[in-house]
């Protein structure tokens, strides 16, 4: 998954990170990407700062899922996607996704 830009000024590095992360497998490569994606919620939701790393399947179209990640702040997301599980995953699995959206969120407190 790509990096993306640090939150806005009016959203300080500080304050929890809510991540939806949207990704489509390539045609054909839908059941190994989902294999490979299970197998890096089980290595992320052990990082530092990872308060919800969630695993969705699209109900409408085939080979999409979504995460759904909490971080406990900017910086602790930016460890994760520099993290060992995150590279593994990008190694094994990075040439099956044919499409990331990324989408950073913070409480509007």
């Known amino acids: 998954m790509p990096s993306s830009n640090p939150p806005s000024s009016n959203s ?6 809510t991540i939806i992360a949207q990704v489509q497998a390539h045609p054909g490569k839908e059941a190994e990407l989902l294999a490979a994606q299970r197998e890096l919620v089980a290595g992320v ?3 530092p700062g990872c308060i919800r790393y969630e695993l969705h399947v ?3 179209k085939q080979g999409r899922v979504i995460f759904v990640e909490s971080w406990a702040s900017y910086d602790l997301w930016q460890d994760h996607m520099k993290a060992p599980a995150l590279a ?3 190694a094994k699995a990075g040439h099956l996704v044919a499409e990331t959206i ?3 969120m913070t409480p509007d407190l």
């Not at 300080?12 to 990170?17: A, E, I, R, T, Y």
């Open 102 to 104: 990324l989408d950073q």
């Open 58 to 60: 699209s109900n409408e």
């Open 45 to 47: 939701v052990k990082e």
């Open 88 to 90: 593994a995953f990008r």
């Open 12 to 17: 300080p590095s500080s304050k929890p990170l």
